[in-house]
Nanobody, 124 residues
């Protein structure tokens, strides 16, 4: 079993930055593909970023390219989403997710393990 706990959300003004962390526990989680997703009120959960188990391959949604960076520290079983130049439309609950496959995936249904989410609110 894999447990994921997100932290780092909060309220920030437009143009500001936040750093989200996901602490993972469970067997072999350091070999899992990890992802960040978000869900705004009344909208479906959408892909934000993903990273392979080595940390060497990443993928981003077009709307965060150049602003967000995903990284991981396998020694600490932690995945980080650094978010810069935040916009009001980035307001959402952000979720960390994990899958045992080494392949990156943008479809949330491909991830069996999820955290409880952390709220990010960007004011204009």
């Amino acid at each position: 079993q894999v447990q994921l706990v997100e932290s780092g959300g909060g309220l920030v003004q437009a143009g500001g930055s936040l750093r989200l962390s996901c602490a993972a526990s469970g067997r072999t989680v350091s070999t899992y593909t990890m992802g960040w997703f978000r869900q705004a009120p009344g909208k479906e959960r959408e892909f934000v970023a993903t990273i392979d188990w080595t940390g060497g391959t990443t993928a981003y949604a077009d709307f965060v390219k150049g602003r967000f960076t995903i990284s991981r520290d396998n020694a600490k079983n932690t995945v980080v989403l650094q978010m810069n130049s935040l916009r009001p439309e980035d307001t959402a609950v952000y979720y960390c997710a994990a899958r045992s496959s080494p392949l990156l995936a943008r479809d949330p249904s491909r991830y069996p393990y999820w955290g409880q989410g952390t709220q990010v609110t960007v004011s204009s």
